[in-house]
């Protein structure tokens, strides 16, 4: 579903990613792990449409579409949902509100017909019972004054309210306490399907102890240096990254 | 030698002004009054060429037609130009090669204000450009600076010496007709400093001059200049304390800042001139004009410490010209009795992605008044600019005032602008706490006081900073109860 | 009852009125609680004059000089009040409407009809009386009006105020606007002033408002919140000074702006808390939002403090819609567009959120609506 190949992308005249390449199969779950610095996040940006990244060279393609040129919400509405690792605040725009705008222009864009309020209420709810979490959230301000937890499981709610075919976690374990991280990561195990892939960007290998993934890469200086199955990112955890560098 | 704070408060409650005497130093003074006489006299005494003297000249021509500003929140009477002694220099024979050779009671007089040259030399490495009254007397470290290209002299020295910089920049960043003080001083400046930093240099030590206003009823109209080359760096300190007068006495201060691209100036004050008594009598009037320009990539820093003056009115700006430069202000200014402060900035910024910083401090006690003045202003070409300002007033006793007047101009929509202010009284909860755990009320003022300057003070270089936060204690012991 | 010998009286006024905002005049000429103006002068014949207690100069005075509208008023004060009042022909005393109804009051400015329009209009709150009025500004004029108000609300009572301007104001035309308000003790004024221009880019309007708030006795509670939404050139100035002469006085003011194409907008506020006013509660707060490389904002928020028992408050910020927030927004599905207007709607929030009146509530949110186009 998901091919990369050659990306070469520039951050304010920085040579950041230096030729990824990555292929992404529906249903798998890859891991791209590597040291600060390395180009993870860059990747997530990118594949997200973040128009702060320059690509130079390279490409990504979708569901064999090349998506380079498409505008961050029609990538959304592809199916493409990105997990930030600094969710953004919004104040004074309620959660329940924001998500029933996102979840309607994703169905207009697949040609399914609205949702009315209700049912997105309902649909709200039940997907807040299965994340537990309390549906208080739902009229508070976007990620305005949450903690870094409640940030995190404000992200995994929308991903299950949004049905993307591909969700890229970044970074979503930084700042988690091991309960928190507990949460987050059975809510997305229970969003994992056969129709969904997930590109999980992490630092630790601690996260994956809870979403085993099927592919690991490990990201260094721009470009894929290893791949390999889970039990590659057991032996970073054992050696670290310089004994995979070199 | 660091004293502790019950020596400070000691000090402070026997003595009204620590820096309250009067030093008997010959002088050779000129009699009252402003004409075009007098200025000629000043320039000639001065030895000037005939360019500064027609820069004075059309100055006062210019002075004779503009008002004294009246828009701040200050009163005072109208100041009578005509009744203030233009030019007092102690009477220096020859110029002086050692410290052996200077008057033994200026050394008597520097000694006493805690800043021995000798001291100052050896401790802490600051090159001391001391000014008593209008003409400087001794300047260290000349050898040691000038080997790195860099001048640092008197204002008259500099005229003589480097005409062709002193031509090229005096007046660039505040010309005679900015206003009404920048004229009188134009007209009628008698010394100050010179600074010039060559391009690639830092500086390796503070610049230092403390001022001195000493001669009875003399004005005093210091003009200062600094340059900064390409990619140079220099620290310059001022601090001030003078004698006890029951006559007002003006100061009408011009300094000048030129940073060429990339380079950086910091410029700390530390003024703490007679503030008058209790009832409002005496004290300094102080009315500086203060600018700097920063061309690409330059930054420009100002930080003050203002306790002293009756009334203060003084606005250091930033023409952030250049794109990438960087302004930033750092104040805190200290009201008692019946002072009168009117501070703040002036931020323009002209230059792509330039940047500000406004931090002011204003604490009011007494009958006095303080207010923060700014303005930011954000040009239609400043792309992508940034300013944060924050302005905060603390209260101390229920007869003082604290005003705050930002002025916020936005012609550009990539500009990002955040003004913040907060006016209150000394916590009570902060106050009953530092008394539960046994510190005094004044003590625990003093303590408070200083927290909340602490955004401030740290700007300012390390010795300077020891000073300043002693300087705060003094100020306000005696402002509570 | 004194008549008021020069209060419009007469079909053609009531037929001119009609003809310059039919669609709101003859729906609400036979209804309850509507108050009509034409040039600052009232239109009897039009107006539902229950909403009126009494309205004479007699009763002013009785009002100015007796203890009616003590509240803990100083002497200098209360002079002051009477010489304001004075000139001014009418000063209206509110009643207080049965079921809390609001009342409607429709200000109609024309050149056609009688230049005069400097004439002062006071309205008085009587203790322990709560209304809300809907204020509506209507325009058929390219020349400059102008209108002087005052609000007097006295002790214990209760003032809560829409001001809206038809959006067509912003098209040609200048208005200046005064409006004082003096707060007796523990009363309460609640004010929403919406500035909501239209699409056009060749929209021109200048509006010049002053607001000026005299806290007068103790324990007021004053909040003024605006939202001025511009495009062409029109322009909003808003000129504010609120005085605290008395204890345990709180006053808010929340502007806010979004300015687009060249239009331009001022906030110039001064709170002045007097020698003695202790416990005192100041907040001055201005967002700005410019939305093109043409539009210009001052923002003014200025304190003068004389007692030390405060807690003074402002802050200013002007900028653009965040980029990582509408990145943000489109990473979620969302069109530039969409971003955009989902972040001005929360930028307002802070200020619709307070609206309690439903009907001006659905209207406000219906011109923003327009203006933002989600």
Known sequence: MLKINNLHCNVNDTKVLKGLSLSVNEGEVHAIMGPNGSGKSTLASVIAGNENYEVTNGSVRFFDKDILDEAAEVRARMGVFMSFQYPVEIPGVTVSNFIKIAVNETR??????????????????????????????????????????????????QLSMLEPKLAILDETDSGLDIDA???????????????????????????????????????HNGKIIKSGNASLALELEKNGYDGIIK | MKKT????????????YKYGFVSNIESDTIERGLSEKTIRLISSK???????????????????????????HIKYPEIDLQNIIYYSAPKAKVLKKSLDEVDPEILKTLNRLGISIEEQKRLTGVAVDVVIDSVSISTSFKEKLSELGIIFCSISEAIKKHPELVKKYIGSVVPAKDNYFAALNTAVFSDGSFCYIPEGVKCPMELSTYFRINEAGTGQFERTLIIAEKNSYVSYLEGCT???????????????????????????????????????????????????VAHKKAKISWTQVETGSSITWKYPSCILKGDDSVGEFFSIAVTKNRQQADTGTKMIHMGKRTKSTIISKGISAGESNSSYRGLVNINRGAVNARNFSQCDSLLIGGRCGAHTYPFIKVKNNTSM???????????EDQMFYCQQRGIGEKEAVGLIVNGYCKDVLQHLPMEFAVEARQLLEITLEDSVG | MTELSNNYTGSSLESACVKMAPYILNTHKSSKQVVVFLNNHLVKSLTDLSCLKSYSTIELEQITNGKKIHGGLKLDTINELANMTKDSRVVFVLNESVKQEPITI?????????????????????????????????????????????????????LTKYRLLESSFFKETSHDSKESFYQGENSLCNSFSFFLGNNDKSSRGVLNNKIFSELIGKSCNSNHRSISFLRGSACVKNKIKTIHHNIDCNSHEIYKGVFDHDSQGEFDSLVVVERGAINANTVQKNNNVLLSSQAKIDSNPQLEIFTDDVKCSHGSTTGQLDADAIFYLRSRGLSLNQAMGVLLKGFLTEVVEFLEDEEICKEIENSLKNLIKV
Not at chain 1, 181 to 208: A, C, D, M, P, W
Not at chain 2, 268 to 287: A, I, R
Not at chain 3, 136 to 141: A, H, V
């Open chain 2, 46 to 72: 001065k030895n000037e060429p005939d360019w500064m003297l027609e820069k004075r000249l059309a100055a006062f021509n210019l002075l004779k037609t503009m008002r004294q500003p009246r828009w701040a």
């Open chain 1, 108 to 157: 207009k864009a697949r040609d399914l017909k609205k949702l009315s309020s209700a049912e997105l209420l309902k649909l709200m709810r039940h997907n807040l019972d299965l994340l537990k979490m309390d549906h208080h959230f739902l009229s508070r301000s976007m990620n305005d004054g949450f903690s870094g937890g409640e940030k995190k499981r404000n992200e995994i709610f």
């Open chain 2, 417 to 427: 602008i955040e003004h913040e202010a907060t006016t209150s009284k000394i916590g």
């Open chain 2, 242 to 292: 003078a004698p006890i007068r029951d006559e007002n006495q003006l100061h009408a201060a011009v300094v000048e800042l030129i940073a060429l691209d990339s380079s950086e100036i910091k410029y700390s004050t530390v003024q703490n001139w007679y503030p008058g008594d209790k009832n409002g009598k005496g004290g300094v009037y102080n009315f500086v004009t203060k600018r700097g």
């Open chain 3, 106 to 158: 429709y200000r109609l400015f024309s050149d056609k009809m009688l230049p005069d329009h400097s004439n002062k209009v006071g309205f008085y709150i009587p203790t322990k009386t709560s209304i809300t009025i809907r204020e509506r500004l209507i325009f058929d004029t390219e020349s400059t009006s102008c209108s002087n108000n005052f609000w007097i609300i006295d002790k214990g009572s209760s």
């Open chain 2, 5 to 16: 704070e019950k020596q400070i408060i000691k000090e402070s409650t026997e003595g009204d």
């Open chain 1, 181 to 219: 991280l507990k949460i987050v990561s059975s809510g997305v195990n229970s969003l994992r399907s056969e129709k969904r892939s997930f590109i999980i960007i992490t630092h630790y290998q601690r996260l994956l102890d809870y979403i085993k993934p099927d592919h690991v890469h490990i990201l």
